[in-house]
């Protein structure tokens, strides 16, 4: 059974930093897509990052220069480092891994950021 399990969300003043962590157990992330998404109210969820099996990362432009993705195999989990936070910023987010036809996501954890 696969479990993802998000953490490191929390309130935060604009500027701030945060970093977020996927935990899996079930699923090994270094043979498969892991991103991370968000999903503020009433909007559509979006991808923020993802890094692929070979360690290549993408990000959507809002997070360019501000967020960097990152994993540890030893540990199977993948991190957001999020710096220079927004208000704009302000959502859940959810890890998500794609395995071939399957797709797992996390419980989601909320990210606050104040102004």
């Known amino acids: 059974q696969v479990q993802l399990v998000e953490s490191g969300g929390g309130l935060v003043q604009t500027g701030g930093s945060l970093r977020l962590s996927c935990a899996a157990s079930?699923?090994?992330?270094?043979?498969?897509?892991v991103g991370w998404y968000r999903q503020a109210p009433g909007k559509q969820r979006e991808l923020v990052a993802n890094i692929i099996r070979r360690g290549s990362t993408n990000y959507a432009d809002s997070a360019k220069g501000r967020f960097t993705i990152s994993r540890d195999n030893a540990r199977n989990t993948v991190y957001l480092q999020m710096n220079s936070l927004k208000p704009e910023d302000t959502a859940i987010y959810y890890c998500?891994?794609?395995?071939?036809?399957?797709?797992?996501w996390g419980q989601g954890t909320q990210v606050t950021v104040s102004s």
């Open positions: 998500n891994v794609a395995a071939g036809r399957y797709d797992y």
């Open positions: 079930g699923i090994i992330f270094s043979i498969n897509n």
